[in-house]
Each structure stands twice: as C-alpha cells, then as structure tokens.
C-alpha cells in the first residue's frame, strides 16, 4: 500500500473511533452528570480495566482513584458502581424507590424475558414479590416447622455423609442435594432422593449456569450480548438448562392442578395456580403460567446453589483452620450434646458457632456484585445526576471488607462478629444478601439452613483435610457475578 492510502486509512480508523466515542458519550451528556471514571474505548467500553475473571477487584482498584462513585462502560453502556458501605446504604436503603429497579444482565434477560421474581420489575416485581414473602412464611419461612423441615434433611444428610466412611469425597453432590430439598419441599410440597436421575440432573444443570455467569465467558455474554450470541461457547448452555428447569416445574404444575384442593393449599405451586384460577378473567394479571415457571425457577436456583456453596466453602475454610472447627465443637458439645440435634434457639447461647457462620459469609462474599439495580428516572446522586436507565451495580464485597468495620478483613477471623466478651456481635457492614428492597427474599431460610446445617454436621464429624491446612488455597476459583471455591475433595471422621 502507497504511503499516502495508509496515512488515509489510519485517519479514517482514528476518526471513526472519535465519532464512536462521541457516540457513547452523547448517550448520556444531557441527560445527567454521570460520575467520573476511565475513558471507554469506542465499542469495547472498559473492558481492559474490568479483568472479568476477577471483577470485584478490578472494581476495587478503580475506586482507590475515582472514588466510592464511578462509572465504567459495559460494551457502550455507562454503569455506574458503588463501593464501599456509606454509598451502598445510602443508595439502596436511605434511597431504596429510587434505587429499586432491576438492571439489565443480558444473558439472564433473554430467557427470563422480565418475568418472575428476580428479574422484574415495576408492578410485576411488587405483585410477585409480596405473593412470595407471604407464601413462603406461610410454609413457614422463619417457623418452627421449616426448622423441623430441615432437621429432618440434615439426617438424611448425616447418613450419606456416614456412608463416606472415612474416604475422600467431593461433598459438593450432597450438599446440593440437600439444600434443593428444602426449598424443594416449600415449591413442590416434596422432598427427592438423593439417587433421583432428573433431580440430580436438575442440580448440576443449576451448577452449571451458575459458574458459566460468573465465568469470563458469562461476563462477555452481558458486556456484548450479540456479539456473543454468534460466539460458540459454554454461554449458549445457560437456555438449554433453564429450559429443562422449566419443563420440569410445568410438569410438577400439571401434576397438582390434577389433584388441587382450594381448602387445603400444599406448596407454593398450589398457592400460584389458585391464584391464577382466581384472576383468569383479569387480562392484566400477573398470575399467568409464564411468571410461575419462571418464579419457581427462581426460587430453585437461588435457594440451592448460594446455600451449597456457602456450606461448600465453610467446610474448606474449616479445614485450614483446624483450632476454629474445635472451638465449634466443643461449644456444640456444652450447648447441645450429642443426645438431640441441634435447633435454632441454641443459636442465641453458641455466639462463637454464630460468629464463624457470619464470618464465612462475609469472607467469601458470595454475591460480590449483588445483582444489577437501575434507576427509573433521571436521579440526582451526590453531586452527580444519573440518567434514567442506568445500571447500578453495588460492590457488596466494598462492605463486607471495609478495614475499619473488620480489621484485616482479608483474613478469616471469627472474632469480627464477636464483642470482647465472647457475646456476637451484629454488623450493619454484614450485607452478604443485599440490602433494601431488593434484599434476598430467601434471607430468613438461608440463614437457618446455615446454622442447623453446619451444626449438624460438625456435632457428628470432625473434618480431615487430605492436604496440610496451610497448604489450602481459599482464594476463590473465579470471582464476578459469584464466588466459587477452587474444587476439592475431604475426609470426615465420626466424633
């Protein structure tokens, strides 16, 4: 090529990459002010600042030089991110209408299609919403007969765990398992066996999109959603899973409205199919069949994988610390014995069994991003006015990190939720479910599942690490949308 045709050619690249970025960004001059941050590349945005495998972090390095609010560019579009606890709060709590909206996430938004409870929004969200809070507590979210629910499933638990008989195993399967049952018998009014074919395949297809959306593969499908529709990828399997998900909960459907009784409702299922019944000649209803499979699904995911993986990733972090799992022991020893199982109200009288759990959660922040928010308007913010529309992501690890509310806060350390008498400590820092309206429905039964299922757990067995603890890598296996621990296999050891 002639001297002249490249210099031509590379004044037609820079100025088409000048209009691209004036494009970006007249797509919000105008309309607000948005936080300041680091310039965008034409098309790809800040892609080479976000490092997708590890996403938290690179947010947290922008923060030390633009500040607790900034924003970046997904592709062509401004996010604006808040980082650290006094934002968050005031943004989703203090501001918790304006704050509300859920965001876009390309790649869940093309199966959910704004249904259901999580990915909704406006009335829908609110109708779905309150429907499910008062349907779960009626199954007895909170009550004594969803602690008798899990109970039960932590001694079917304990018998799998006893068949181990001292091998190493990957206990991700049971632990599975035995979280799904419980959200399982609230849904679907049953629990299953932990050898059931289409149960099992169920899980590991949830398993599955949870770690392809945290992948660097999910992260690029929500920053250049249609570019990578054309992409082949493990990103393609999300729909195909979702699916089958799907299938099964209309199944589940068809089989109870055979047998509904409107006296005697039995799951949550029944509830939503009464409801549909009562509402079918309202056209506008939100009761239809399309937000109750979607609904139910949510419901599953979200109430087996977080659980699983938080009990998954409390037993590896037990592991490296062997004097921590026996100052859990032997405080279950004095509260509880080994006569009976453990329950609820001994929580209040075992504040160090309580402190580790709260610890674990803060420590692997499991959700470091929440899931994305919005705003529905143009919104003053600080000195800053963010354009109706833009997506809000919080930094939950910026909280659950932040040095002065947790000294060290990259060390474990059971004594951050401990008051220098031994008594627990809260932390309004703690914020692991989110925060505001948006808060996880499922707080309440998470919270209990962790406490009687790791007591459980711990009352019977004393845990063999098939590798010296110090040689333990805790470090997450990848780090955006979720946190999942590096694969491992264990021992366990009858007390």
Known sequence: ???LGTVTLFLGVCLSCLLLLAVVRS??????RLPPGPTPLPL???ILQLKTSFLSKALQQLSEKYGPVFTVYFGGDPVVVLHGYDAIKEALTDRGDEFAPRGPLPLLDKINKGKGIIFSNGERWKVLRRFALTTLRNFGMGKKSIEERIQEEARYLLEKLQDTKGKPFDPTFLLSCAASNIICSIVFGTRFDYHDERFLDLLNRNTDNFRIISSPWGQLSNIFPTLMDFIPGPHHRLSTNKQKLKEFVLEASKQNKDTL???APRDFLDCFLLKMEQEKKNSASEFNTENMLTS???????GTETTSTTIRYGLLILQKYPEVEEKVHEEIDRVVGRARAPCIADRGQM???????????????LVPLSV???VAKDTPFRQYVIPKGTTIIPVLTSALYDSKEFPNPTEFDPQHFLNKDGTFRKSDYFVPFSAGKRICAGEGLARMELFLFLTTILQHFKLNPLKDPKDIDLSPLMSSTGNFPRPYQLSILPR
Do not use: C, W
């Open 261 to 263: 009784d409107p006296n």
């Open 351 to 365: 504040p160090y069994t309580d402190a580790v759990i709260h610890e674990i959660q803060r420590f692997i922040s």
């Open 44 to 46: 790809v945005g800040n």
């Open 27 to 32: 797509r919000t001059q105008g309309k607000g």
């Open 1 to 3: 090529m002639e001297p």
């Open 296 to 302: 139910v699904a949510d419901l599953f995911s979200a």
């Open 372 to 374: 994305p928010h919005s």
